[in-house]
């Protein structure tokens, strides 16, 4: 299986930045589709933005677009999570999450996922 472990999270003041980064085992890092989910307190989990397989769709969420930006690097395996101008909203706990099969209308879909991190919290004060 492919193993995922996500980094980069911590305390930030609001209107900070912070730059998360999510390492894959295994090879062929270039055919999962990848993504960033979140999980607010008292929110259902929820996507924050993505890659199809390939790349070639990207996508992000209506609450982080203009402020986030996703990119991977797949000689390192590596996908990242720029996020900018953070808000206190933004506090959560973030989670990486790869699948190999996914197709473009399920990408949203945490439970359409099969390989997941264990998360690194994002902390936004005031």
């Known amino acids: 299986q492919v193993q995922l472990a996500e980094s980069g999270g911590g305390l930030v003041q609001a209107g900070g930045s912070r730059r998360l980064s999510c390492v894959a085992s295994g090879r062929a890092f270039s055919t999962y589709a990848m993504a960033w989910f979140r999980h607010r307190p008292g929110r259902e989990r929820e996507y924050v933005a993505g890659?199809?397989?390939?790349?070639?769709?990207?996508y992000y969420a209506d609450s982080v677009k203009g402020r986030f930006t996703i990119s991977r690097d797949n000689a390192k395996n590596t996908m990242y999570l720029q996020m900018n101008s953070l808000k206190p909203e933004d506090t959560a706990v973030y989670y990486c999450?790869?699948?190999?099969?996914?197709?473009?209308?399920?990408?949203?879909?945490?439970?359409?996922?099969?390989?997941w991190g264990q998360g690194t919290q994002v902390t936004v004060s005031s």
């Open positions: 890659f199809s397989r390939t790349g070639g769709y990207t």
């Open positions: 999450a790869f699948d190999r099969s996914i197709i473009q209308s399920s990408l949203r879909i945490p439970h359409q996922y099969d390989y």
